[in-house]
């Protein structure tokens, strides 16, 4: 069940347009995938994944698992209209890259800048990030760092 603060599935934009989930997935062990990203993962409309072959296997407990389609840095721009297309017909999409967070060090940018730039609604599901996760177990002072890219 989402939560009061989540936008529903399903027209979940009041004026019935559909919104663009932004997914993080487990870096490396796919039980660390969130009970609220898998529920996501298995209920929109389409996944737009970076590989849909690392993709699939998260979606091993859905019924009827969504169809996903590839959005990586070779296709993304070409991808851009189509899916804009389908957000503002209603459809809810979730974008996933391999591990972690889209958009950072991964494909995404261009979606969720031209979702923002349409008025679409863009929700964050919050979930792994490498660069957190290696600071956390390095010992290093966590107080304050500097993420510049991978």
Same mark, same amino acid.
């Given at each position: @069940?989402?939560? @009061?603060?989540?936008?529903?599935? =399903? ?14 997935? %487990? ?26 072959? @690392? ?9 009827? %698992? ?18 804009? =297309? ?65």
């Amino acid at each position: @069940m989402p939560s @009061m603060n989540e936008p529903s599935l =399903k027209a979940s934009a009041a004026n019935g347009r559909g919104t663009l989930f932004v997914v993080a997935t %487990p870096i490396g062990n796919r039980s660390d995938l969130s009970v609220r990203a898998r529920d996501l993962l298995c209920r929109v409309d389409l996944i737009a994944a970076e590989d849909t072959r @690392m993709t699939r296997r998260l979606l091993d407990d859905c019924a009827a %698992p969504p169809p996903l389609i590839s959005v990586n840095e070779h296709n993304e721009r070409e991808a851009v209209d189509g899916l804009l =297309k389908r957000l503002s017909e209603g459809a809810d999409v979730a974008l996933v890259s391999d591990a972690g967070t889209p958009l950072i060090s991964d494909p995404g940018f261009r979606l969720v800048a031209a979702a923002h730039d349409n008025g679409l609604t863009v929700s964050p599901v919050p979930g792994p990030c490498a660069a957190v996760a290696a600071l956390s177990a390095s010992g290093l002072a966590s107080d304050h760092f500097f993420f510049e890219g991978f």
